[in-house]
Nanobody
């Protein structure tokens, strides 16, 4: 299993970024994909997750600003992040599981190496 994130970087508060995760074989039926972040000195936090049928769930802290999607043809998972706040500074990880649609980081089985996002003026 190899998940590879990209798209991180530095952005000013209020800005946007779009993260990508190459997830070969994991965008089809039976698997659930998600984004988990870990800010400096903080615990891991599930941000968003998506099922193979397109159902999604979001953390309250990002709902309405972050949008998760996937391209089944390309096997790529995305996270569009709008109106970023300084507390969005974190390493963002792509992860997958077959257990169900949920945000809890402990439920994911396979993880990427992460991509770093810094939100600062």
């Amino acid at each position: 299993v190899q998940l590879v994130e990209s798209g991180g970087g530095s952005v000013q508060p209020g800005g946007s970024l779009k993260l990508s995760c190459a997830a070969p074989g994991y965008t089809y039926s039976g698997y659930f994909l998600g984004w988990v972040r870990r800010g400096p000195g903080l615990e891991r936090e599930g941000v968003a997750a998506i099922a193979s049928d397109g159902s999604t769930t979001y953390a309250n802290s990002v709902r309405g600003r972050f949008f998760i999607s996937k391209d089944g043809d390309k096997d790529i998972l995305y996270l569009r992040m709008n109106s970023l706040k300084p507390e969005g500074t974190a390493w963002y990880y792509c992860a997958t599981t077959d257990l169900g649609l949920a945000l809890g980081p402990s439920g994911y089985k396979y993880w990427g190496q992460g991509t770093e996002v810094t939100v600062s003026s």
